[in-house]
């Protein structure tokens, strides 16, 4: 397989128009008065379960074959793309396996599990949680649906920037946050076929910043030990994604975590939304000054919504 | 002057069109089910200063003679209104005189003084807020622009129910909150008019249940020391809104705090938008089972989104 053509992305468009949410686009005067640029927000945070991820995992589960599909899909993720995998298999009437480490919150295990998905847990540790995915394929079947190093992930995530570059024309640029890259591909890809003139940045936390170093390696620089508020984007850029990045892709702009939790409240009192940390690591970007957004039309992709109200960064 | 005719609230709506959002309606799939009904959310949460409140005042300040507009307005508030008539006033160039307690938290007034008002603080009474008020009415001419009763404010806020039922046809319930009464009054005459068949049903918490005893009195019954966490439902209900809360009103639904405060957050975790307690009132009737919403489509008027993130009801 190569990577996603724009004709690609319009099938992944298609196939999960039923199920999929077109999520609204929204603007905010502060913002705009805040960067004098003109910014329009892309709001996966409402998308189903609460983030971009489900898109991907939708365009993975109805591009199977009924044979495919017959023996179920599989994953490791104790993360937004567990409940997005979960739902779609949900949806086809097919089995999801969900590998979890044994340290996963409650709430995060109970999601998982009211969309229908099958839970196995495992050692907190990525050989035991490979090991044990490679043991459920095995005796099942099923299709491993990678969180991002996959085509189909890429294109499905892709449909966000198509529907933003749908509904908004002339966009001079567009901000997405970047963790394994499945998003980030996507939108470069999108962008690239549909607004060719407008730039696509990354953004991504400082504790976190494998993607900005491999693009200035050339080559995939893996994470080790990231630590930042964004727990989305902690995972090391996808083989996949990074050649794509790396040809389409402007610069990655990083931002610390303190800017991400001022941006992160910002976006919760003046556009009255919730956002999760990884969604404010673009909004961040933008404020942050360090890409001249003066006078443009910019897109920013606020990529979910999924955050314990129990626990916000801002209160001790 | 009498009650506002639909011709009056259609003014109103065109008088405000260049400076008010036209707020979006969403869904909840999760309500849907809760419910059994469809429910569309009119989000005024996303209205300018973050509530309902500026259509009214922006409908005052732009319905006065130029001679009017020239000598300034006034009211006494701490709440939503105040900031709503400092900005209303910006927008058409003159001055905002706004009477708040001196015991008013700095964060209400800092968001007045950002919209330009000019802040006289007085001792924490009614009595000293009125008479502070009145004083410079006299010494300025400006002109009072209470809450909630006049008529032009009535009007402004209508203007909610006129766009909902613009965009969300055959709609057999709507359900809005009641304080002093401009909104649910507003929602109730803009549904008379352009959809007679729905039902009006206003919502209250149990703490400031005022409406609620007073239409079952049959004449306006005032709050006595109410106790609620819906701070902007406070006020007692106004005699301009009686009665035709008391004609086009079926009946007024009334929530404890524990019931507003689990469907704040229900809306907070599930739509992912932010809405303060008062907003969340009418979603706490719908979601009571007080009324038999079973099969049918339901509008629910969110009224603000107005919060202090760093309190927030269900964390200790």
């Given at each position: ?55 991907g995992a939708c365009n ?97 995530q892709a449909t966000v ?153 801002w209160t001790p």
């Amino acid at each position: 397989m190569t990577a996603p053509t724009i004709q690609g992305i319009r099938a992944a468009a298609d196939r999960i128009a039923p199920h999929a949410k077109r999520t609204p686009v929204m603007t905010s005067r502060t913002f705009d008065q805040m960067t004098g640029a003109t910014l329009f927000f892309k709001c996966e945070n409402f998308q189903r379960v609460g983030a971009f991820k489900f898109r991907g995992a939708c365009n993975a589960v109805f591009s199977l074959t009924d044979a495919e599909a017959a023996r179920g899909v599989a994953t490791h993720s104790s993360g937004n793309h567990a409940q997005a995998l979960a739902l779609a298999a949900q949806l086809r009437g097919i089995r999801a396996h969900i590998v979890m480490p044994q340290n996963a919150p409650d709430v995060k295990r109970a999601a998982v599990e009211a969309y229908g998905g099958i839970i196995t847990l495992c050692e907190p540790t990525l050989e035991a949680r490979e090991s044990t995915t490679a043991r459920i394929i095995e005796e099942t079947g099923a299709t491993l649906i990678h969180p991002y190093n996959d085509y189909r992930i890429i294109a499905g995530q892709a449909t966000v920037a198509l529907e933003l570059h749908e509904e908004i024309d002339a966009l001079d640029f567009v901000i997405a946050p970047v963790g394994g890259g499945g998003l980030l591909s996507g939108t470069a890809l999108a962008t690239a076929a549909l607004r060719p003139n407008a730039t696509v940045i990354g953004s991504e936390p400082t504790g976190a910043d494998d993607a900005y170093r491999s693009l200035q390696e050339g080559a995939i620089v893996p994470s080790l030990n990231p630590k930042t508020i964004a727990d989305g984007l902690l995972t090391s850029l996808g083989e996949k994604a990074f050649p794509i990045i790396r040809d389409h892709v402007r610069e990655i702009v990083t931002v610390d975590d303190e800017a991400i939790v001022a941006a992160m409240r910002l976006v919760w009192e003046r556009i009255k939304i919730i956002v999760e940390p990884s969604a404010a690591v673009p909004v961040a970007a933008a404020l942050s000054g360090r890409v001249d957004l003066a006078g443009k039309r910019v897109g920013i992709i606020l990529s979910g919504g999924n955050v314990d109200l129990t626990r916000l960064p801002w209160t001790p």
